[in-house]
């Protein structure tokens, strides 16, 4: 083991010093090695950032899952024997129902590790009306203690409290715009089932999505089944899980389970899915390409550095240094190459990023995980090892006494 410790430290210490000789392309490389690193890291650190904001604004509003009863069809009659029966079918119209036993769905599905929140809700149209003016909206009925780990309403609370229940509502901050209220008036809320009641504004909420800031009116769980006429039942269950990846295979495993029409938020933001994808792959290309580029960069500097240095490759195969001897040295230096550039790429992609935060358009803020810095240097110093591969050969591969004739 010493012996192979004390080889590795003959070798480095004979590539550092041909390195130190060509100073100049020795610094060129680094510093190109560095560029690339410092855009691998910066831009990938931008998707990321990029796509992490848009998950966040397009999931802080909406469930991970969702389970409603599935869709009424029509019952078409069996033609008679000897018969041939031609249907014309138009979709039957869906009216708004209960899930059958949701209690023990729910109950169900609180076991189930894979899911982070569990929250039975009530929905249905309606109108609010506060003197003459008149708003169509929708009414959400929740328990709130659960409905938290769905959407964590006291992050987007903006006055007021986080409270429903005893005819207090929660609505948002565009409803409460148009209609001119504050926390602590009174509306009116009227649905088509001929009932209606009167609700004092408890809290008012931003979500940072209009529609939903226009429409939502958010009220206790029973009140609500009152007012859509529906007692004792919930509209949809709705669902979060911890890998929100993976929520389009859960969605279809929790399906099967319950016999519910199951919808992850992949489906229902496909097109969002679709420009992640693409971020994704435009990120990976920048990577590949920029890792080519520093690649043949490592390897003509080394390529040059075996023609210049053929004498001194010839000497130390006289003097008894082995082919693998020299092939190592090449390597290591192509392994400098990288690992030295890297750390001073890795330098400057902080830089870049800093400046980004403080000097951007401020409308996401970007976090560089140590993870990501590693790995981007440990691609610069295995791109550097492949790129002296080919240099490394030419040298092992020079007859010590042609070389020694070199001039």
């Known amino acids: 083991m ?72 029509n019952q078409v009659a069996p033609p008679e024997r000897g018969a041939v029966q031609l249907i014309q079918e138009d979709k039957r119209p869906q009216r708004l ?13 609180d076991q189930l590790p894979i899911l982070t929140g569990v929250s039975p809700i009530v929905s249905g149209p309606a109108f609010v009306r506060r003197g003459n003016a008149l708003e169509s909206v929708v009414l959400v009925g929740t328990e709130l203690t659960r409905y938290q780990k769905i959407i964590p309403l006291d992050e987007y609370l903006i006055n007021g409290q986080l409270h429903v229940g005893a005819d207090n509502v929660m609505i948002g901050s565009e409803l409460a715009k148009d209609l001119g209220v504050q926390v602590g008036s009174k509306l009116r809320l009227e649905t088509g089932q001929q009932n209606s009641t009167v609700v004092n504004v408890a809290g008012i909420f931003e979500l940072g999505v209009r529609e939903l800031d226009e429409r939502y009116v958010y009220l ?43 919808e992850s938020w992949i489906k229902t933001n496909a097109q969002l899915m679709s420009a992640l994808s693409a971020q994704s792959l435009s990120t990976n290309m920048i990577i590949v390409f920029v890792a080519i580029s520093v690649a043949f960069g490592i390897a003509s500097v080394l390529s ?15 003097t008894g240094a082995t082919r693998q001897q020299i092939l190592r040295i090449f390597l290591i230096q192509g392994a400098v190459f990288g690992l030295f550039g890297s750390v001073l790429g890795s330098a400057v992609s902080y830089i870049l990023i800093w400046g980004f935060n403080t000097f951007g358009p401020n409308l996401f803020y970007i976090t560089v995980s140590i993870e990501l810095v590693l790995l981007a240097m440990l691609l610069a110093t295995l791109t550097g090892v492949l790129a002296a591969a080919i240099p490394s050969r030419r040298a092992a591969a020079l007859d010590p006494v042609v070389a020694i004739r070199y001039v």
């Open 2 to 73: 010493k012996t192979l410790f004390g080889r590795l430290w003959i070798d480095a210490t004979i590539a550092l010093g041909f390195l130190r000789e060509g100073r100049v392309q020795s610094l060129m490389i680094t510093v190109g090695v560095a560029i690339g690193v410092a855009v691998i890291v910066f831009i990938t650190a931008l998707i990321q950032g990029l796509q992490a904001n848009l998950i966040d604004n397009t999931l802080g509003s909406q469930s991970h899952i969702r389970l409603v009863s599935p869709d009424e069809v």
């Open 97 to 109: 129902r209960s899930i059958n036993n949701w209690q023990q769905v729910t109950e169900t599905l």
């Open 220 to 262: 206790d769980l029973k009140q609500a089944q009152s007012l859509l006429s529906l007692p004792g039942g919930v509209t949809v269950i709705d669902l979060t899980v911890e890998d929100i990846f993976a929520a389009e295979d859960i969605a279809d495993q929790i399906g099967r389970l319950t016999s519910l029409q199951a």
């Open 304 to 318: 040059v550095s075996v023609v210049q240095r053929t004498r001194e490759i010839g000497i130390l195969r006289a």
